[in-house]
T-cell receptor
């Protein structure tokens, strides 16, 4: 049981380049989300999905796209990288069962835009 | 919208002593969940403790306990008998409708 797998772990991009951060989970969770972590700001929600084919914006969606074609995968696309997108990115999947929430985070991607 | 405030950017504690991290939140919901997450230098997000708002009893997990004051919207974390492995950043988080909102974090350093 791998949990949440994020790739790559590190990436350097030039301004204007595009790329996709991959996220896959094998727990059959319906809910998946992407966060970015910046110093002094905690983790902020970028986009989330409540199931295959359904996505919505979080707190800081500008410059990012997502899609959810399967329950397992939730890639995050940077359309035209900017230095302001230098950050650590986390993917998470979660469930809600009865009175229990469960959140599982990926190991994170450190992205630097130069 | 929910907001989570952690007013202590950094804290330092001697090994074996106790440290308390503060967290306040703002919400209009009556039923919700609160969490404390630990992030060591490895960057991994580790769940430390969870509290359901409808439960008046404070949650405890071994050396970690919370003081949950619902009326004051306060959710502090106490680490007892601090160990070197407790050195990490700690995030307070609030969940409603699947979405987690995080505080800015508190860096805890345990001194030998």
């Amino acid at each position: 049981n791998a949990g949440v797998t994020q790739t790559p772990k590190f990436q350097v991009l030039k301004t204007g380049q595009s790329m996709t951060l991959q996220c896959a989970q094998d727990m059959n969770h319906e809910y998946m989300s992407w966060y970015r972590q910046d110093p002094g700001m905690g983790l902020r929600l970028i986009h989330y999905s409540v199931g295959a084919g359904i996505t919505d914006q979080g707190e800081v969606p500008n410059g990012y796209n997502v899609s959810r074609s399967t329950t397992e995968d939730f890639p995050l696309r940077l359309l035209s990288a900017a230095p302001s997108q230098t950050s650590v990115y986390f993917c998470a999947s979660s469930y809600y069962s009865g009175a229990n929430y469960g959140y599982t985070f990926g190991s994170g991607t450190r992205l630097t835009v130069v | 919208a929910q907001t989570v405030t952690q007013s202590q950017p950094e804290m330092s504690v001697q090994e074996a002593e106790t440290v308390t991290l503060s967290c306040t939140y703002d919400t209009s919901e009556s039923n919700y969940y609160l969490f404390w997450y630990k992030q060591p230098p490895s960057r991994q997000m580790i769940l430390v403790i969870r509290q359901e708002a409808y439960k008046q009893q404070n949650a405890t997990e071994n050396r970690f306990s919370v003081n949950f004051q619902k009326a004051a919207k306060s959710f502090s974390l106490k680490i007892s008998d601090s160990q070197l492995g407790d050195t990490a950043m700690y995030f307070c988080a609030f969940i409603n409708d699947y979405k987690l909102s995080f505080g800015a974090g508190t860096t805890v350093t345990v001194r030998a």
